[in-house]
Structures are given as structure tokens and as C-alpha cells.
């Protein structure tokens, strides 16, 4: 996602981290550039011209630490900067809030196509399969035809309740009855789908001021098309101004998205992004981390995390006792079956190749080549092995990869294929370790 933004920024400190040193001059130009690339990404002026002036703020008198490059240290201080623009922060919470006396009242808004009613189903789908609320659904849409029908629709398909349609009932009244029908039927959760329009107009907002007031929305959550770039930022200015949001849901940032929009989006409103919208599909929906999605922006990937989440992952102690079976040459399918599991619990082949910098070009050219599909096949061909098959997999003979094939559901030449790809890493491995510490050291390797 926010590809373009990423590739741009990606380009600009490319050019830094390559310098030794980092001028005035440079930090100037530099900043320049970032300039550029979001008001390209289509983030609003006013926004980018207090954003550039802020970091310039952080980087003047702050000294380039020895160990990190000029770059690096600029990188740091335009990503924390805009991890700071995008966070909740102080009392905001950062997803949706639910503490308050059920059923809660939230409130969807937005403009029509923004992709609201999805939103409204993809949220309550995900509070009924998470947290195992009981939702109710309720399109207040009497304008558009079968917007209401569309809602019961989604709901059929989720398995969440939709309140019965009444031919002809005005919005506040719909939505009196289903906080009513929330509060009779013990629901957790009253998800309110509002009407929404082309453009803005004065009837809309007098409509949708008179249903907050009924119904007092402990949240109220505008749904924006990143896709829309600057007119997804004034409209959310708008609804701010005029009814009040608690936060914004972006949709459509899997198409080609605009970083510029979240960025602009908060800093207009003073309101957090909690929820991205990411397909079509009712489960295409994911939190907003502010230090992620900061990170794909600039393109130099969430470098933190990935060394913490490979913390998690990696005992230290199993390093070492790997290391010292490859020194010996001794690394067996038991340790090729825990690299690969140490890549699962790091979030996948994919996982890591996206936190890493200046991923953004890569990651096009790596598509289709790293298949997550093979890690599974591997590790089910190693688990329906003997133990000492693994240990010693010379012992494999013919008729034992038959049945392990057959026990791990694969082909024969699949168990092949991993034996072979074995016993080249253990090759290498042993060839490496040859050159001794000192060789690996002198070789910048270790
Ligand atoms: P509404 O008029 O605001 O209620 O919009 P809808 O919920 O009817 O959505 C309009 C279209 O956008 C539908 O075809 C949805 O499938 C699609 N849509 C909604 N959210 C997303 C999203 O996050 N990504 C993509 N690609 N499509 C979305």
C-alpha cells in the first residue's frame, strides 16, 4: 500500500544513505524532495508545509549519532514525525472503543460509494468473530433504493442481524428502534449504516445531526476513500465540522492509495485513522498501526520491528547451538524444519521481505518467486519423516520416500526436491565453516 509515496521518499534517501556526510545543503534538499513526493501523494499543502517545517525543527541541533549514518539519522526523524502526525494520541483510543454501557451506539458516515455499508459489515463481522459480540445492523438509507436491502444482504452473508426494514420510516426513527431492538434483544453493539450522498449537501448534515442526537453514537466513524485523495480530506473536514467524528475508517488503500490521504486526513480533522479497508472481500479489513504504515511510506520498511518480532522468534540459545552445528557440519532436517518455522512465526517469507528497506521496487520482482506454499509443503515432508530420518537422511532410500510423500501429501519428486536443496545448504554450510571464525570475520560475513 501508499506504493507510490513509498517509492518516492524511497529514491530521496537512497541518494542520502550513499553520502558519507550530510550538509545543510543536503538536509535541505532532502527536505525539498519529501516536499514533493507528498504533495504528489496528494497531502494537503497547509499539512505538508507544517510537517517539512517540524522535522526540520527535530533535525536542526540534533547531532548525527557516530553509529548511524547522516541519512539514517534524517530517515529516523522524518519517520518519527510521521509516526507522531499519525498516532493516536493522549484519551484517543486507537481502535474502535467499545466501553460504554451496551448496546453501543457507532455510527457509520461518509459519502456514498465510499464503501460505508461494506465497512459497517466488515466491522461487525469482525466484533462478532473476535470478541464474539452480538451486533445489530441497521441501514438508515431510506434515500437511495435498496440500500437497506443491501445491508440485510451483507448480513445474511455474515451471519450478523440486521433490524427489519419498514417501508417508508424516516432515519431517526430507524434508528430509535434498532438502539431499542439493541437494548430489548441484548446486543453488545449497534452498527448504524447512514445515508450518504454524491457530494455533501445541508439536508444530509441537518439528517445526520438529528440522528447523532438521538441516538448519542459513542463513536462515530467516517468511512473515506483513500483513492479520492484531496476530496476525501475536505469531506472528512466537513463531517468533522458539522457532526463531529471520533475517527476515520480508509477504505480502498489495496488499490492504488495514496499515502498523502491518511496524512492530510489526520492532521485536518485532529481525528485518528483506526481501521484500513483492504479489498472487497468482507474480511479485508485490518487495523491502522501509525509506525507501520509510516514505515511503508517512507519505504524504508518497519526495521524495528522486524529485529524485535525476530527476538520473539529466535531463542538465543537455539542460535547458538544452530551455529555451532554448522560450524561442525552437522545441520540436519530438524534445523532446516526450525529456520523454516522461525520464518513462519516472523510473519512469512513475505512478511519479512516487507519490512525490509527499499522494498518497494523489490517487491515486484520478488513476486510469484518466494512461494509461502513451499515452506508448508517442506515442513509437512520433514514431519512425516522418522526421527532419525531426519537426523541422517542418507538412510532414505526409494521406498521410504514413497510413504513419506504419500504421508506429507505430496510427490515423490517433491521429497526429492527437499533432500536435494538439504544436502546443497549443508553443503554450504560445512564449506563456510571451513574458513574458521577468523575467515568469516575477514570475509565480513560473521
Ligand atoms: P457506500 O455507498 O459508501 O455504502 O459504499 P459500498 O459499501 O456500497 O461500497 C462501494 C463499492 O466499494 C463496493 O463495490 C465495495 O465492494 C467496494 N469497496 C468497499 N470497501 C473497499 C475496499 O476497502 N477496497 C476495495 N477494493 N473495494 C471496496
Known amino acids: 500500500m501508499f506504493e507510490k509515496l513509498s517509492e518516492r ?49 527535530e533535525a536542526v541541533g540534533e547531532k548525527v ?23 493516536a494520541q493522549g484519551n484517543e483510543a486507537p481502535g474502535l472503543d467499545l466501553t460504554h454501557t451496551p448496546p453501543v451506539p457507532i455510527l457509520m458516515l461518509g459519502l456514498q460509494g465510499s464503501g460505508k455499508t461494506t465497512s459497517t459489515a466488515k466491522i461487525s463481522r469482525r466484533f462478532a468473530e473476535k470478541q464474539g459480540k452480538k451486533v445489530l445492523m441497521a441501514s438508515l438509507d431510506t434515500r437511495r433504493p435498496a440500500a437497506q436491502q443491501q445491508l440485510a444482504i451483507l448480513g445474511e452473508q455474515t451471519g450478523i442481524k440486521t433490524l427489519p426494514i419498514i417501508p417508508g420510516e424516516p432515519p431517526v426513527a430507524i ?3 434498532a438502539m431499542n431492538t439493541g437494548r430489548l434483544e441484548g446486543y453488545d453493539i449497534v452498527m448504524l449504516d447512514t445515508a450518504g450522498r454524491l457530494a455533501i449537501d ?33 469531506t472528512a473536514k466537513h463531517f468533522q465540522d458539522k457532526i463531529g467524528i471520533t475517527g476515520i475508517m480508509l477504505t480502498r488503500i ?42 511503508r511510506i517512507l519505504g ?52 519479512i521481505i516487507g519490512m525490509l528497506p527499499g522494498i518497494g521496487k523489490m517487491q515486484k520482482q520478488l513476486e510469484g ?24 537422511p542418507d538412510i ?10 504419500k504421508g506429507a501429501g505430496v510427490q515423490v519428486q517433491d521429497v526429492n526436491k527437499l533432500l536435494k536443496q538439504h544436502q546443497e545448504m549443508a553443503r554450504m554450510m560445512k564449506q563456510v565453516s571451513k574458513m574458521g571464525q577468523k575467515g568469516l570475520m575477514r570475509h565480513g560475513m560473521a
Do not use: Y
Open 300 to 351: 524504508m520498511g518497519d526495521i524495528v520491528s522486524l529485529v524485535e518480532r525476530a527476538m520473539e522468534a529466535t531463542e538465543q540459545e537455539e542460535a547458538e547451538k544452530l551455529a555451532l552445528k554448522m560450524q561442525k557440519g552437522q545441520f540436519d532436517l530438524n534445523d532446516l524444519a526450525q529456520q523454516m518455522k522461525q520464518l513462519q512465526k516472523m510473519g512469512g517469507i513475505g512478511g
Open 396 to 405: 532414505i532410500k526409494a521406498s521410504r520416500k514413497t510413504r513419506i510423500a
Open 9 to 57: 521518499l524511497g529514491g530521496v534517501l537512497d541518494k542520502l544513505t550513499k553520502r558519507g556526510q550530510l550538509s545543510e545543503a543536503d538536509v535541505d534538499e532532502a527536505l525539498r524532495e519529501v516536499r514533493v513526493a507528498l504533495l504528489e501523494a496528494d497531502a494537503a499543502l497547509p499539512v505538508v508545509k507544517d510537517f517539512i517545517t517540524a522535522v526540520r525543527a
Open 254 to 295: 489495496d488499490g492504488d492509495a495514496r499515502g498523502g490521504a491518511a496524512l492530510s486526513m489526520r492532521a485536518v480533522t485532529g481525528k485518528p485513522i483506526k481501521l484500513l479497508g483492504t479489498g472487497e472481500k468482507l474480511d479485508a479489513i485490518e487495523d491502522f498501526h501509525a509506525d507501520r504504515v509510516a514505515g
Open 175 to 177: 434508528a430509535k428502534r
Open 369 to 392: 518467486k518466494v512461494d509461502e506454499k513451499v515452506v508448508k509443503r517442506s515442513l509437512a515432508i520433514i514431519s512425516a519423516m522418522t526421527p532419525k530420518e531426519r537426523r541422517v
Open 202 to 234: 445541508d439536508e444530509l448534515m441537518a439528517e445526520l445531526a438529528e440522528v447523532r442526537d438521538a441516538v448519542k453514537p459513542h463513536e462515530s466513524l467516517l468511512v473515506a476513500d483513500a483513492m479520492t485523495g484531496q476530496d476525501a480530506v475536505n
Open 65 to 87: 549519532t557516530k553509529s548511524v549514518t547522516p541519512g539514517q539519522m534524517v530517515i529516523k526523524i522524518v519517520h518519527d514525525e510521521l509516526v507522531k502526525v499519525l498516532k
